[in-house]
């Protein structure tokens, strides 16, 4: 089975940066799309950021400029860069990669709690 492995969250002051990281099997790669997604307590998941061949990534409100998606394919990697991090911004956060096959896998998600 798939097995994706998010990484690099925890405590992090307002306007503080963090770098969460997910592992992905290579047999996934090269990756037709990859997300970030954030679920907080009384909210759905929300898109963070997402990354596809078929253009440039997108970004959920307000965090055009701030956070980045990259993946690199040499290390089977996604990060996520967070810059300039707000206190709404905490939450849950999940990698989802889709490969060749046109289906998502999931993380199990990485704490990310934003001290005001």
């Known amino acids: 089975q798939v097995r994706l492995v998010e990484s690099g969250g925890g405590l992090v002051q307002t306007g503080g940066s963090l770098t969460l990281s997910c592992a992905v099997p290579?047999?996934?790669?090269?990756?037709?799309?990859a997300e970030w997604n954030r679920q907080s307590p009384g909210n759905q998941r929300e898109l963070v950021a997402k990354?596809?061949?078929?253009?440039?990534?997108v970004y959920g409100d307000s965090l055009k400029g701030r956070f980045t998606i990259y993946v690199d394919n040499a290390k089977n990697v996604v990060y996520l860069k967070m810059t300039s991090v707000k206190p709404e911004e905490s939450g849950v956060y999940y990698c989802?990669?889709?490969?060749?096959?046109?289906?998502?896998?999931w993380g199990r998600g990485t704490q990310v709690t934003v001290s005001s």
């Open positions: 290579g047999s996934l790669f090269p990756l037709t799309a």
């Open positions: 990354s596809t061949s078929d253009g440039p990534p």
């Open positions: 989802a990669e889709c490969g060749s096959e046109r289906r998502y896998y």
